[in-house]
């Protein structure tokens, strides 16, 4: 099946505008700033942001979190009337679990050139061998989402060079 957007421009922004509080509330916990929102009948049914750092699991980006939430919801892996709403291109691994779960339309905001998974730099996402190949549209709010990893990175950086000079002194 050829998925189209089912989504207005003004729809796509207030469902990424979402997304981008999401990424603020990992942002406040000291995470990679990624959040992602889930939406059926226009309506938000689960919210994820990066945890890895305070779970320690690889596994708990905000593109799963939030597929986890609404499996658990729903109660069924198959996520066939739903959207996906993420700041960052998904990975590799959160476009598997994007496929797996039957998502028939992604947004996201900033490409992803270091491990992007929906055309920055592999495409999984459209292999004609895999039997679902979901809507894909990027750009979403992207200046805002890639304003708010380069800062949250900035900040990194700068805390790392504090924190090293004085421990030299």
Not at 84 to 95: G, W
Not at 122 to 150: F, T
Request: aromatic share 8%; hydrophobic share 40%.
């Amino acid at each position: 099946m050829i998925y189209q957007s089912t989504f207005s421009e003004s729809e796509k922004i207030e469902f990424m505008s979402e997304a981008m509080k999401e990424a603020e509330n990992a942002a406040a916990l000291g995470e990679v700033p990624i959040g992602c929102v889930i939406v059926r009948d226009k309506t938000i049914i689960s919210r994820g942001y990066n945890l890895r750092e305070a779970t320690q699991d690889a596994t708990t980006h905000a593109e799963i979190t939030a597929i986890r939430s609404a499996n658990n919801q729903l109660k069924s892996f198959r996520l066939e009337e739903c959207a996906l709403f993420v700041t960052v291109e998904p990975c590799i691994m959160c476009a598997g679990g994007i496929l797996l779960s039957r998502i028939p339309e992604v947004y996201f905001g900033a490409s992803n050139n270091k491990g992007g998974a929906c055309g920055s730099v592999i495409d999984v996402m459209n292999i004609k061998e895999v039997n679902h190949a979901p809507y894909i549209e990027g750009g979403v709010l992207a200046e805002r989402s890639s304003d708010l990893m380069k800062a949250f990175f900035k900040n990194r950086r700068g805390a790392n060079k504090r924190n090293y000079s004085s421990e030299e002194k």
